[in-house]
Every structure is written in structure tokens, then in C-alpha cells.
């Protein structure tokens, strides 16, 4: 049995409440997210200080890089280019749209794009608490279209478009993966274990994947897990957020008093890849179910980077 929260009125589990605030009882108790003040799901309308920002407005990809993409997941491709414009001209950008071709796939784009809101708010409370020496910072995604190609194949195609990041790593997954072998992968998991408290227990920032640089970490493509499963296909829902718990280990970078789910259970089976919840139907109850199916990891290109 949950409880209602004095600010925001959601019907909460009990791992949404530090100790504190549940022992002042029902119509007391405020929730973790509502006591430091990011209960609610707002998109940043100004620019972010943990986002890294396109800052061009045009950008050139050779038509090889465009025939023979350097990266392929299940659904997207990505390609490398250079700015041409802003005070990134000169510097290195990609672009992702989907392997069906000029179709856009606006829900996705959506998607995408409002994930990394997410992202950033609970990236800056964490860069707040100043854990770690460099600050975490995402690509911010813009939505692009490819103009003077030269080629019916291309024009009017829709792309994500952002900054190319150097030395390309997974530090976690949406299922509870996590590379074990890096020390930067221990503070990725504070980062997921702070979401979760920071949010009253509603949201798990994670499928965490990056670069070190030597002032700053930028990441892309995050993953947000929810109850609600407000954020698309790699969105697993509450089962995710359970198993994703079931098998984090706290580090020296979490901090004692962040809230858990008590007794968490691995629904999903860990892996590297990026998993993503399929609705289909069952002919024997003529009820739709969800199937989970994995996104293979981007392959290395010869220049030893990732995106």
C-alpha cells in the first residue's frame, strides 16, 4: 500500500520517502522528489548546463560515410560528418535516422529528444553534489534535414543530429548491466541510484555510454526507465526499474541515505545492449503482452572511437 504525497498528490511506494518524511504520517509525508524540488517531468526550454549543444545550424557527410555508416544498431544508423557552421565549424558531428530510409519516424525523434531533458535536469542536480571531479554533460539531439545531397535518396530525409564524441564506451545498460572492469562505470551507477532517489523513486537514468574527456564526460543516447513507460520503446517500465536495482552494488560514489526499492526482482536479463519492449498480441487470451528483444552494442570503427 502506497502513499499519497502532501505536495504532489501521486500514490507513492514507501522507498519514495526518506525516513524522515515517512514517519510524519499520512497527509505529512513529502516525497524525495517534491523535498529537493524536481517532482515534475518539464522539458528545459533554456539551454542546460550539463548539455553540449550542436551550435551550427549546417553540417557536410561525405556521401561514402552516408553509403557505409560507421555504426548500426537494430533500427538506426549513424554516420560521421563535420560543422560548417557556428562555432563548432570544423569540428566532427553525427547524424542518426533509421534504417527506413527518408521516413521519419517522429515518435522516436520525440522520444529521443525528451529523454535527454530528463537527462540533463537529473544530470545537474548530480554534478551538484559534486561526487566526482569533472561534470557530466549529455548531447543535446537536434532534429535536421538533408538538403542538397545531390541524390533523390537522401533529400528530405530527418536526422538527429549532434556532436561526435572520441573514445566511445557503455558504462551501463536499461537491464542492470554494467561494466565492472571501469572505475568511471561505479559513478555512471551513482548517477542511475541518484536518479531514482532524486526522483521520489519515478524515474532510473541509465543504458549510460560515453566519452572521458579531460575537463568533462559527455554521454548520448540515455536510456529513461519510468513507471509509467513515458519514454518509448527502451522505456522497460517499473519491471525495469526493479531489475535494474536487483543488481546494482553501491560503490564509495553512492551515498547511504538515497532511496532503494526494497527487495528488487530481475525481470529482464542483463545485457550490454540496449533492450526495448515490443507490445504483442496473445492469441490465447486476446491480451497484448510485452516482449523484450536487445539492440546489438555500435561496432568499433578503425579511428578506435564509439558512437
Not at 560507421?70 to 566532427?92: E, H, I, M, N, P
Not at 566511445?168 to 568511471?184: A, I, L, P, V
Not at 555512471?188 to 555510454?209: E, K, P, R, T, W
Request: proline share 5%.
Amino acid at each position: 500500500m502506497g502513499r499519497v504525497c502532501a505536495d504532489c498528490h501521486r500514490d507513492l511506494p514507501r522507498t519514495s520517502y526518506t525516513s524522515n518524511q515517512y514517519t510524519k504520517g499520512e497527509g505529512l509525508s513529502r516525497c524525495a522528489g517534491c523535498v529537493h524540488g524536481h517532482h515534475a517531468d518539464t522539458a528545459n526550454s533554456a539551454p542546460s548546463d550539463s548539455g553540449r549543444y550542436n551550435n551550427a545550424t549546417t553540417a557536410t557527410f561525405p556521401h561514402d560515410n552516408l553509403v557505409n555508416p560507421f555504426a548500426s544498431g537494430a533500427f538506426r544508423l549513424v554516420s560521421k560528418g563535420k560543422y560548417t557552421s557556428g562555432s563548432r565549424a570544423g569540428q566532427a558531428c553525427v547524424c542518426k535516422w533509421f534504417k527506413s530510409g527518408t521516413v521519419y519516424e517522429e515518435d522516436y525523434f520525440t522520444l529521443d529528444i525528451k529523454a535527454v531533458d530528463k537527462a540533463l535536469e537529473l544530470a545537474n542536480r548530480f554534478n551538484q553534489l559534486n561526487i566526482v571531479s569533472k561534470p557530466i554533460k549529455f548531447n543535446v539531439p537536434e532534429v535536421w534535414t538533408f538538403t542538397n545531397t545531390g541524390s533523390n535518396q537522401w533529400a528530405g530525409s530527418k536526422i538527429l543530429q549532434e556532436p561526435f564524441i572520441q573514445n566511445y564506451q557503455k558504462f551501463n545498460s536499461n537491464t542492470g548491466w554494467t561494466d565492472t572492469t571501469r572505475d568511471w562505470s561505479q559513478v555512471m551507477q551513482a548517477l542511475s541510484h541518484f536518479s531514482y532517489h532524486i526522483s521520489g523513486g519515478n524515474y532510473v537514468l541509465c543504458d549510460l555510454q560515453g566519452g572521458i574527456y579531460q575537463n568533462e564526460v559527455i554521454l548520448s543516447d540515455p536510456a529513461i526507465l519510468s513507471r509509467n513507460r513515458e519514454y518509448g520503446v527502451t522505456d522497460l517500465g517499473s519491471e525495469g526499474i526493479s531489475s535494474f536495482f536487483s543488481q546494482h552494488e553501491c560503490s564509495g560514489y553512492c551515498r547511504p541515505n538515497w532511496t532503494r526499492p526494497s527487495n528488487p526482482v530481475r525481470y529482464f536479463e542483463p545485457r550490454m545492449g540496449t533492450s526495448m519492449l515490443r507490445h504483442t498480441a496473445s492469441a490465447a487470451i486476446s491480451k497484448p503482452r510485452q516482449t523484450a528483444f536487445t539492440l546489438p552494442t555500435y561496432e568499433e570503427d578503425e579511428e578506435d572511437d564509439y558512437y
